[in-house]
C-alpha cells in the first residue's frame, strides 16, 4: 500500500474492503447468491422499464415513474454489487480513493433520488385516488419529468457537499473499511479526528433527506386510507388499497432501513448490522420492486403477454 506521512496522518491512495467473510467456502455460497439476485434484478426491472416502453397503455404518470424507479434500482445495484462479487472470489479486495469516492457519491445521489421519487409516487396515488375526476389536470406528463428531475438535481446538490465534507477529513494509514463497498457510515469510521461533527451531519442529512419524504409519503397515505374509508363499494375499497400495497412495501423496506442506518451515531452502529442493513435497502429491495408490481399488477401481465406472444391476458 502506497502511504504518505505527514503531521502524523497518512494520505490513503486505496482502501481495503474486508466484505462478509474470509473464508473462502462462505464467500463461494455469497457468490452465486449475490449473483441469482443481481441477475434477477437486472433482467425483472429491465423487462419492466421494456414493458411500459413497448406498451401504448403503460404510458401513464404511474408506469412512468415505475420505469425511472426500474432504471435507479439496475443503476443502484450495479453501483456496488459487480466490485462485492470480484471481491468475494479473487484475493485482492482494494479498491482505489478515486474509486471509493466515485463509488460512494454516485450510491448517495441514486440512494437520495429514489427516496423522494417513492415521495412523488405517494403524491400520483394520493391525487389518482383522492381526486380522481381531476388527475389528468393536476398530473400532466409535464409536471412528471419535471418532479423527477427536481428529485435527480437535489440529489446531486446534497450529495455533493455531503462527499467533499466526508472526503477532506483527514484519514489514518489503516485504510481497511469493514463494508462490503465505500458506503460513508463505514468510511467515516477511518477519519484521524472527532467524528461527531461528522455524526451530527448525518443525522440532519438523514432527517432532512429521509426522513422528511417520509413523513410526505406518510401524510399522503394517511388521506388515502381515509378516502378509502369513504369507499361505500368493499370491491372498490379493496381495489384501491391494492394500488398502494406495493408501494408501501418498497418504501417501509428502502427508507425505513436507511434511515434507520444514517440516523444512528457512528459509535454505536454495528458494522455487522450496516452490511445487513445496507444488503435490504441496496440489493434485496430492488430485486423485490419487479416482484412487488409486476405479479399483482394486471395491467403489466396483459402488456406481458401482449409483447411475448405467449396467450391472451385475463380480462
Not at 384501491?240 to 452502529?269: E, K, W
Request: proline share 3%; aromatic share 14%.
Amino acid at each position: 500500500m502506497d502511504d504518505f506521512s505527514w503531521d502524523n496522518h497518512s494520505f490513503v491512495s486505496e482502501f481495503i474492503l474486508l466484505g462478509f467473510s474470509r473464508d473462502s467456502r462462505i464467500n463461494a455460497i455469497l457468490f452465486n447468491i449475490f449473483l441469482f439476485l443481481y441477475l434477477s434484478t437486472l433482467v425483472g426491472n429491465g423487462l419492466i422499464v421494456i414493458l411500459i416502453h413497448l406498451d401504448s397503455h403503460l404510458h401513464t404518470p404511474m408506469y412512468f415513474l415505475l420505469s425511472v424507479l426500474s432504471m435507479l434500482d439496475m443503476s443502484y445495484v450495479t453501483i456496488t454489487v459487480p466490485q462485492m462479487l470480484v471481491h468475494l472470489v479473487c484475493q485482492k479486495k482494494t479498491i482505489s480513493y478515486v474509486g471509493c469516492v466515485s463509488q460512494m457519491y454516485i450510491f448517495l445521489v441514486l440512494g437520495i433520488t429514489e427516496g423522494w421519487l417513492f415521495f412523488v409516487m405517494a403524491y400520483n396515488r394520493y391525487v389518482a385516488i383522492c381526486y380522481p375526476l381531476r388527475y389528468k389536470v393536476m398530473i400532466s406528463p409535464w409536471l412528471c419529468g419535471t418532479m423527477v428531475v427536481f428529485c435527480g438535481l437535489w440529489g446531486v446538490s446534497c450529495f455533493l457537499v455531503y462527499t467533499v465534507f466526508t472526503m477532506c477529513l483527514p484519514y489514518c494509514g489503516l485504510n481497511e473499511i469493514n463494508h462490503f463497498f465505500c458506503e460513508v457510515p463505514a468510511v467515516l469510521k477511518l477519519v484521524c479526528a472527532d467524528t461527531s461533527l461528522s455524526d451530527q451531519v448525518d443525522f440532519i442529512l438523514g432527517f432532512i433527506l429521509l426522513l422528511v419524504p417520509l413523513s410526505f409519503i406518510l401524510s399522503s397515505y394517511v388521506c388515502i386510507f381515509a378516502t378509502i374509508l369513504k369507499i361505500r363499494s368493499a370491491q372498490g375499497g379493496l381495489k384501491a388499497f391494492s394500488t398502494c400495497a406495493s408501494h408501501i412495501t418498497v418504501v417501509t423496506m428502502f427508507c425505513g432501513l436507511a434511515m434507520f442506518m444514517y440516523m444512528n451515531p457512528g459509535a454505536n452502529a454495528s458494522p455487522e448490522r450496516d452490511k445487513i442493513l445496507a444488503l435490504f435497502y441496496n440489493v434485496i429491495s430492488a430485486f423485490l420492486n419487479p416482484i412487488v408490481y409486476s405479479l399483482r399488477n394486471k395491467d403489466v401481465k396483459k402488456a406481458f403477454l401482449k409483447v411475448t406472444g405467449w396467450g391472451r391476458a385475463p380480462e
